[in-house]
């Protein structure tokens, strides 16, 4: 199709079009945010980079502390170090100075990183969170469902992350033959779409991926990963790979597709993989997916989810400390274009492969919604991902106006989801973010604006 052309001639007043209808069905759907924190230390933290480092480091060493009384010596010594405090945490730091205010305080804290955690993780187990997950369904929103658990040390904790997996699998699979009809989430041009839908970490299917061995990491991960596809398509459920840090993609892509080449696998289940846009070479990986997915079509096809990526830090600070040129995009507005040319080419891709937009961004949300329209395509063949905790507004309304969406929602325990926690956190409070602008009053107009 004419991509250019329509991105140049009707696209933008259709993306301002649906930008403001969508931005009227969030209004209605807004909830009171960031309520697991005080909102004027959040709001403050967005800009004092000391009180939001401060914040943070709270959230990682909850789990290690030994008592309520050593938690709050930690919150009082982060705390220190901030210039700018607002009145709640300058009651907190007086409270400090006693043993019982520090017992107090520390409880309080507990709570609130508590509060945190179920904010953005769906439950400690599959079996926990089903109850919240039919609630979404029935609320016409989807779940990805997500083990925590980030990089593996041994092969038992291999093993037993795998074993999560494939609980999860089961779980949800049993479960979801129960939800109400959803024809939204159900089906689209293509075809029949699973219900049950869980997503997992390569680097936590083994110890032993190291960028200097690749093969051997990947001969490790694949025996675990190959007996998770075949619970899916036990389960009609849906599996999903997710993409982490630069040093695993390549072996991460290549056992992924290796396996869906086996014999056995072909057929299905239905899978996916992640695609980070705020990688400098997505462009370039994009082109080898579409590839490969034309080399080995597969019924039902490859599912593509778009993200920018949550490894932005990481990345840099890597490059940095080896003097290379950082695999990401320095700017946000790079990024954001690179985001939108990922999207345009994935939706022509289609029926290749299915497409699912994760971003918080309304301009990319509107962006994804327009062009797809505008090419002729049903909305049903264009699915819409947010995070649960920091998406759910916008999830809610997009539910409400008839599209695809669904919730990536974390599962696990708090100590377990500490580096999520910090990396969703790190989002809600950029100062470059949609969500930042939208609070400070910035106009639709300057929102949905082309990057």
């Known amino acids: 199709m004419g991509g250019r052309t329509l991105e140049l001639v009707d696209l933008e007043p259709e993306i301002r079009r649906v930008g403001r209808a969508l931005a009227g069905g969030l209004a209605a759907h807004a909830r009171t945010p960031l309520e697991a924190l005080d909102r004027k230390a959040m709001e403050l933290a967005e800009h004092d980079a000391r009180l939001r480092a401060a914040l943070f480091r709270l959230v990682d060493v909850t789990p290690a502390c030994r008592s309520l009384d050593d938690l709050a010596g930690h919150l009082k010594e982060y705390l220190a170090e901030v210039e700018v405090r607002p009145p709640s945490l300058d009651a907190a730091m007086r409270a400090a100075h006693t043993k019982a205010g520090r017992i107090a305080l520390g409880a309080a804290a507990a709570g609130g990183v ?25 609320d016409g929103i989807g779940t990805s469902l997500d083990l925590l658990g980030e990089a593996t040390i041994t092969q038992p904790e291999a093993d037993r992350y795998a074993e999560r997996c494939r609980d999860a699998i089961d779980t949800l699979g049993r479960a979801a033959r129960h939800w109400p009809e959803r024809p939204a989430l159900e089906r689209d041009s293509v075809g029949p779409l699973s219900r049950a839908n869980v997503s997992v970490k390569v680097t936590a299917l083994t110890p032993l991926l190291r960028p200097e061995a690749p093969h051997v990491g990947r001969e490790d991960a694949a025996g675990r990963l190959r007996l998770l596809l075949r619970s899916a398509r036990r389960a009609g459920a849906h599996l999903h790979v997710d993409m982490e840090s630069v040093d695993a993609l390549e072996t991460t892509e290549e056992l992924f597709f290796s ?193």
């Open 114 to 138: 508590r509060h945190i955690g179920h904010r953005f993780i769906v439950g400690e187990s599959p079996q926990a969170a089903l109850g919240a997950i039919e609630r979404s369904w029935r």
């Open 259 to 451: 396996l869906l080449d086996e014999e056995e696998l072909r057929p299905g289940p239905s899978a996916g993989l992640v695609l980070q846009a705020y990688l400098r070479d997505s462009p370039a990986r994009l082109e080898r997916i579409l590839d490969w997915a034309r080399s080995m079509p597969r019924d039902p096809p490859l599912v593509v989810r778009l993200v920018k990526g949550a490894y932005w830090d990481q990345e840099m600070v890597a490059a940095r400390q080896h003097g290379w040129r950082p695999p990401v995009f320095e700017s946000k507005a790079d990024c954001d274009r690179n985001y939108e040319e990922l999207t345009r080419r994935l939706l022509d891709a289609r029926p290749l492969v299915r497409v699912a937009i994760a971003s918080h961004n309304l301009r990319s949300v509107a962006h994804a919604v327009a062009y797809n329209r505008l090419s002729g395509s049903d909305d049903r063949d264009l699915e819409l991902q947010v995070l649960r905790g920091l998406g759910d507004d916008l999830a809610h309304g997009l539910a409400s106006d008839g599209l695809r969406v669904r919730s990536y929602a974390p599962v696990g325990d708090l100590v377990a989801g500490m580096a999520y926690l910090v990396r969703r956190l790190l989002e809600n409070t950029a100062n470059e973010s949609f969500l930042h602008h939208w609070r400070q009053g910035t106009s639709l107009d300057e929102l949905l604006a082309a990057p």
